[in-house]
């Protein structure tokens, strides 16, 4: 039986293990985050190829300057068929972003 609860922790003697351990561990967290957001990290960007109907949306946009209007009936219904109602909203988008490149 122990007298003291001193007594106790100083005889199981894992207190100093477990305050260690502690320690490291705290020591590797912090470093892992420390090296996540304070390190630079080069981006690799791996573009995917346009598929067959992105190219052609490219072309399209290019040709009519994003205005629904100036494509054929059947560029229009292709357009339609391929992104829904919201071809002339695609159109123009696409049309904007060859104009930021």
Same mark, same amino acid.
């Given at each position: 039986?122990?007298?003291? %609860?001193?007594?106790?922790? !100083?005889?199981?003697?894992?207190?100093?293990?477990?305050?260690?351990?502690?320690?490291?561990?705290?020591?590797?967290?912090?470093? $892992?985050?420390?090296?996540?957001?304070?390190? =630079?990290? @080069? !981006?690799?960007?791996?573009? +995917? =190829?346009?598929? =067959?109907? !992105?190219?052609?949306?490219?072309?399209?946009?290019?040709?009519?300057? $994003?205005?629904?209007?100036?494509? #054929? =009936?059947?560029?229009? +219904?292709?357009?339609?068929?391929? #992104?829904? /109602? @919201?071809? /002339?909203?695609?159109? +123009?988008?696409?049309?904007? %972003?060859?104009?930021?490149?």
């Amino acid at each position: 039986m122990y007298n003291d %609860a001193n007594t106790k922790l !100083e005889n199981s003697g894992n207190g100093g293990k477990i305050l260690i351990a502690a320690v490291v561990c705290l020591v590797v967290l912090v470093g $892992g985050l420390a090296y996540f957001f304070l390190v =630079p990290h @080069s !981006e690799v960007v791996h573009p +995917r =190829p346009l598929t =067959p109907a !992105e190219t052609w949306l490219q072309q399209k946009a290019r040709e009519s300057q $994003g205005d629904v209007a100036k494509l #054929s =009936p059947e560029d229009q +219904r292709q357009l339609f068929q391929t #992104s829904g /109602p @919201s071809g /002339p909203v695609t159109l +123009r988008m696409a049309y904007q %972003a060859q104009q930021k490149k």
